[in-house]
């Protein structure tokens, strides 16, 4: 009795993938990251799904920590891009979120605020991709700064950010790299179990194990998508955890010339079958998917055809044995995999999955 348009979670796919991760870096520590609603596939119930073998998870701020700790979420929460706000300090310290520490406000602040209880914090050096950090000559004076005010807590985590991990033959992270290991070693001292080391997005931990340290921080893979374009031996093993689901809601056949759709931008050169399936950009479907876009209907490719309605998409059926109103339609998933239809649409998967709004009943199976 209700619309079809669901977006079915296998929260055993994401399980698997986290264990993949592990398996790929044993011995050091997996964050989830769930910012940006779990990439839209729902952060609390993602959270909950992974708590039993996540030490911590990460966000992008501190309303979405808030919400896993109201949902009853009790690891620690990192804040991936610190705080906005000086009076964020004492919420995150009170809350056990921990705080990025990437540019000299941030800093300060955070030497300056009075705490009832200090802070994890994770040091942000600028390694190459010039977006957040600290150039690495600032490290070692900063790193001595905070170890000595009572408001930090003992263990420091140096972190860093790749540009270009998906780039597998590329310069680029070999250079971050060396660039990290560099400063690190000739800046922070490490004496035991009071500084550790984080660089690795998901990308990292299928591809480049030399930049593993002791915290990764996976987000697209544990959702089961390849953030590479070509295949890789470890992406290849990840199952993505949304099926995007659909029903086809009416049938008619047009004749050789008719158009199909707003803006009438694509025509039949035969007689041919339409299938209208209600899906659309307001269900997170990328309105310039073009046509040609692969539609899967009962398990067989189809092309889109026509313009994306805000709720409803057109396919050209024509070549399909049989068809019917109610049978069931996948955008992505499992057997179709969002990164292609992201490729058609000039996009990235992670885009796709992150803009899929509220409007799709996330349903959540294993
Ligand atoms: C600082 C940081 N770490 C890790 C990640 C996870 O990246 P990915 O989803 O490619 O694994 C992100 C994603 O944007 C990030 O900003």
Same mark, same amino acid.
């Given at each position: 009795m209700s619309r079809p348009t669901v977006a079915l979670i296998d929260r055993s796919a994401l399980r698997a993938n986290m264990a993949l991760a592990q398996s790929l870096a044993p011995k050091t520590q997996i964050m989830p990251m769930v910012k940006a609603n779990a990439y839209g596939h729902g952060m609390v119930q993602v959270a909950q799904a992974l708590s039993e073998k996540a030490p911590a998870f990460g966000v992008a701020c501190i309303e979405e920590a808030l919400e896993l700790r109201k949902a009853g979420i009790e690891q620690p929460i990192l804040l991936?891009?610190?705080?906005? /706000?000086?009076?964020e300090i004492e919420v995150a310290a009170k809350s056990n979120f921990w705080l990025m520490i990437e540019n000299e406000p941030q800093k300060a602040a955070v030497l300056e605020a009075k705490l009832e209880y200090p802070i994890h914090v994770w040091l942000g050096i600028d390694?190459?991709?010039? &977006?957040?950090g600290f150039p690495p000559d600032q490290v070692q004076g900063i790193f001595s700064q905070l170890e000595h /005010? !009572?408001?930090?807590? /003992?263990t420091i985590v140096i972190a860093s950010h790749f540009?270009?991990?998906?780039?597998?033959?590329? @310069?680029k992270t070999i250079q971050q790299q060396n660039t990290f290991k560099k400063c690190v070693a000739s800046?922070?001292?490490?004496?035991?179990?009071?500084r550790q080391l984080s660089i690795a997005n998901s990308a990292a931990i299928l591809?480049? *194990?030399?930049?593993?340290?002791d915290w990764q921080r996976p987000g697209y893979m544990l959702y089961g998508? !390849? *953030?590479?374009?070509t295949a890789q031996v470890n992406a290849d093993m990840l199952t993505p955890a949304m099926t995007f689901k659909s029903a086809v809601i009416s049938l008619r056949n047009i004749s050789p010339g008719e158009s199909v759709g707003y803006t009438s931008n694509w025509t039949s050169n035969r007689p041919s079958s339409i299938a209208t399936i209600t899906v659309g950009y307001g269900d997170g479907? @990328? &309105?310039?998917? @073009?046509?040609?876009t692969p539609v899967l209907i009962n398990n067989i490719r189809c092309p889109l055809v026509g313009r994306v309605s805000m709720d409803m998409i057109t396919v050209?059926?024509?070549?399909?044995?049989s068809i019917e109103i109610g049978d069931e339609v996948t955008l992505w998933g499992p057997d179709l995999s969002v990164n292609e239809i992201a490729h058609h649409c000039d996009t990235i998967g992670y885009e796709l999955l992150t803009r899929m709004? !509220?409007?799709?009943p996330r349903t959540y199976i294993n």
């Amino acid at each position: 009795m209700s619309r079809p348009t669901v977006a079915l979670i296998d929260r055993s796919a994401l399980r698997a993938n986290m264990a993949l991760a592990q398996s790929l870096a044993p011995k050091t520590q997996i964050m989830p990251m769930v910012k940006a609603n779990a990439y839209g596939h729902g952060m609390v119930q993602v959270a909950q799904a992974l708590s039993e073998k996540a030490p911590a998870f990460g966000v992008a701020c501190i309303e979405e920590a808030l919400e896993l700790r109201k949902a009853g979420i009790e690891q620690p929460i990192l804040l991936l891009e610190g705080t906005f /706000s000086k009076d964020e300090i004492e919420v995150a310290a009170k809350s056990n979120f921990w705080l990025m520490i990437e540019n000299e406000p941030q800093k300060a602040a955070v030497l300056e605020a009075k705490l009832e209880y200090p802070i994890h914090v994770w040091l942000g050096i600028d390694t190459g991709m010039h &977006r957040l950090g600290f150039p690495p000559d600032q490290v070692q004076g900063i790193f001595s700064q905070l170890e000595h /005010s !009572s408001n930090i807590c /003992s263990t420091i985590v140096i972190a860093s950010h790749f540009a270009c991990a998906d780039d597998l033959g590329g @310069p680029k992270t070999i250079q971050q790299q060396n660039t990290f290991k560099k400063c690190v070693a000739s800046t922070v001292p490490d004496r035991g179990t009071d500084r550790q080391l984080s660089i690795a997005n998901s990308a990292a931990i299928l591809a480049w *194990p030399d930049a593993h340290f002791d915290w990764q921080r996976p987000g697209y893979m544990l959702y089961g998508n !390849s *953030p590479f374009t070509t295949a890789q031996v470890n992406a290849d093993m990840l199952t993505p955890a949304m099926t995007f689901k659909s029903a086809v809601i009416s049938l008619r056949n047009i004749s050789p010339g008719e158009s199909v759709g707003y803006t009438s931008n694509w025509t039949s050169n035969r007689p041919s079958s339409i299938a209208t399936i209600t899906v659309g950009y307001g269900d997170g479907y @990328p &309105r310039h998917a @073009p046509n040609g876009t692969p539609v899967l209907i009962n398990n067989i490719r189809c092309p889109l055809v026509g313009r994306v309605s805000m709720d409803m998409i057109t396919v050209d059926v024509t070549d399909l044995e049989s068809i019917e109103i109610g049978d069931e339609v996948t955008l992505w998933g499992p057997d179709l995999s969002v990164n292609e239809i992201a490729h058609h649409c000039d996009t990235i998967g992670y885009e796709l999955l992150t803009r899929m709004p !509220s409007r799709v009943p996330r349903t959540y199976i294993n």
